[in-house]
């Protein structure tokens, strides 16, 4: 029998599902199974493209969409395509011109390819092993406007990553979506494409009401779907503005804070760590 309220746990992949090393730990393992076996839907969304989440399908079993991009994308566990929601074309060359500006390495995404022009970039090695593909290197992105899912800026700075993210969204209002899916990326993505319309997405798909929905992340861009959400977990990871717009607050998620969320705010265990 399902725990009072909750039919639908949606969850971030880095900083919640996994490590901070990317590991999927046989905790966070147990503790979908055990979602599964108490009749739960579980289903992931992340900045991530959806190559970069199919090594969680199979452990996971999951049989739920999978929502790449922030939402841009949502594929089903075959990766197939579900819905897509690009960039609008009229927007992409100004949005990569501006984030550059600020010194910000760029990285594209054009259907199923990672496109860039700088692969000795910051954290191109890191994220290359986080999503088990290379990417694609290209002299420009002159003409690239078709089916881009998301524009990404890098950079360890975080005040040219801040003045970045400000930038795009007084320059482009309500033409994208700008959020910061780590310390060190700006997520531009289209306007409908973020986390709040996943859940929206979801509710839909399962005829759900939002209020039987939980959800659990550790960035700013997690906080929508939070907002649309009955039950919402932030990480102990998580920075300040993202607890404090949560429900609830768990572990980090290098201390099992994906498993010790479901047992203690799921399952309503006495027995669960926090």
């Known amino acids: 029998m399902n725990p009072p309220g909750v039919r639908l746990l949606l969850a971030d992949v880095d900083g919640t599902l996994v490590t901070q090393d990317k590991v999927l730990t046989p905790r966070a393992i147990d ?4 979602l599964h076996d108490a009749g ?6 992340s900045g991530r493209p959806p190559r970069g989440m199919s090594m969680l399908i199979e452990p996971l079993a999951l049989s739920t ?4 991009f922030n939402g841009g994308l949502v594929v089903d566990n075959q990766m197939r395509a579900i819905e897509q ?3 609008p074309k009229e927007v992409v060359a100004p949005v990569i011109e501006t984030v550059a500006s600020f010194g910000l390495d760029i990285w594209v995404y054009q259907g199923a390819n990672w496109l860039l022009r700088n692969d000795k970039g910051p954290h191109v090695d890191r994220e290359a092993w986080t999503v088990k593909f290379p990417p694609t290197v290209v002299k420009s992105y002159d003409g690239m406007v078709d089916e881009v899912s ?7 700075d975080r005040d040219k990553l801040d003045q970045a993210t400000e930038a795009v969204r007084t320059q482009f209002g309500k033409h994208v979506s700008a959020a910061q899916s780590q310390p060190y990326y700006l997520d531009v993505t289209n306007p409908e494409a973020n986390k709040g319309y996943v859940v929206e997405f979801l509710v839909g798909q399962y005829h759900l009401s939002s209020e039987e929905v939980a959800t659990m992340g550790d960035m700013p861009n ?3 779907m939070f907002t649309h959400s009955g039950t919402s977990i932030a990480m102990g990871n998580a920075g300040l503005e993202v607890q404090q717009a949560a429900r ?3 572990t980090s998620n290098d201390d099992e804070g994906f498993a010790n969320a ?6 309503h265990s006495d027995d669960a760590k926090t």
């Open 222 to 224: 997690d906080i929508l």
């Open 65 to 68: 969409p999978i929502a790449a």
């Open 31 to 34: 503790a979908v199974h055990r």
């Open 248 to 250: 609830f607050v768990t």
């Open 150 to 156: 998301k524009i990404t800026g890098v950079s360890d």
């Open 262 to 267: 479901v047992d203690r705010f799921i399952f």
């Open 85 to 87: 929601r690009a960039v």
């Open 40 to 45: 739960i839907l579980f289903a992931i969304t």
